[in-house]
C-alpha cells in the first residue's frame, strides 16, 4: 500500500490526464497497474520496442486505438511527442481521469516537449518506500505532530544499528527485499550505472559520462550541506555554467534532489 494513491485517485477524479514520475525501480508501474485494473482500464508500456515505435509513428493514431475507458502510458518519456496528442485529445473531449501516465524521467524538462500540458495534467512525484510502508502501518507522524491533544508513544526500544541499517537499506523496493548489505550495494552501483549510461542520454549528449560519475559521488559525499558551485566545480575542474547543466540532468533523472533553504 503506497500512501500517495488516494492523492492519485483524487487526481484522476476532476483532471484529464496525471503523471506519475520519480526514479526508476521506486514502484510506479506496480502503482499505477494496480489502479489500472480497478478501474478497468488498459495498461501500456513504451519500453516495448514495438509499442513506442507505433506511438512515435503516429501519436494520436496510436491514441484512437483506446476506447472511453482509463489508458494507462508507462514510460511516456519514450515517446515524448505523445503528450502534444494527448493535449489535441484532452482539447476535444476534458472528462477527468482520462489519461494516467507514468516517467523515470521529468518530461517536463526534455527538449522534445513543446507542450507542458498546463492545466490539463497533475505531476505527482512517487518516493521510494516511507518507513510506515515497509512496515505495513498507517501514515500517521505528521497527524500526531500537529495533533496539541496527542500522546507521544513510549520510545521504542531499538538496537543502536538499526537506524543505520535503515538508512544504508533505503526505500527503494528490490533494496530494502535484499537483506545482505553486500547485495544492496550491488544494486546501488547497477542502478547508478543504469540510469546515466541510459537516461542520461536519452535526453541530452553527454561527451563525457566519466563527468556525471565523479560529480554524483561528489555530490553524494556533500548530502545535506549547502552546494557551494565554486567548490564543487574546483574539486572537478569544471565551469559553473556545465556544473548547473550537470545538476539540471541529474534532477530530470531524479539522481539529485536540490533542497531550497528553508525561510519562516
Known sequence: SRNIRPRIEAALADTPA????????????????SI???????????DAAATRSAALADPEGFLDGFDDELVVIDEVQRAPELLIAIKRVIDRDRRPG?????????????????ESLAGRMETIQLWPFAQNEIAERPPTLIERLFDADAKLPPKPKLDSRDPWERVFAGGFPEAVARPKPDRR?????????????????????IRDRGDLDRLL????????TLLNYASLGGDL?????????????????????????WTP
Do not use: C
Not at 36 to 46: E, F, K, P, S
Not at 245 to 261: G, K, W
Open 217 to 224: 559521488r561528489l555530490t553524494a559525499a556533500r548530502t545535506g
Open 98 to 114: 482520462r489519461y494516467l501516465l507514468t516517467g523515470s524521467a521529468n518530461v517536463m524538462t526534455l527538449p522534445k516537449v513543446a
Open 237 to 261: 575542474q569544471m565551469s559553473t555554467s556545465t556544473l548547473k547543466r550537470y545538476f539540471h540532468l541529474l534532477e530530470a533523472v531524479f539522481l539529485v534532489r536540490l533542497v531550497p533553504a
Open 185 to 205: 550495494t550491488a544494486w546501488f552501483d547497477s542502478y547508478v550505472s543504469s540510469i546515466l549510461d541510459r537516461d542520461v542520454r536519452d535526453i541530452a549528449s
Open 18 to 33: 496525471v503523471l506519475v514520475h520519480g526514479a526508476r525501480q521506486t514502484g510506479k508501474t506496480t502503482l499505477v497497474e
Open 36 to 46: 489500472a485494473d480497478d478501474r478497468n482500464g488498459r495498461y501500456v508500456t513504451l
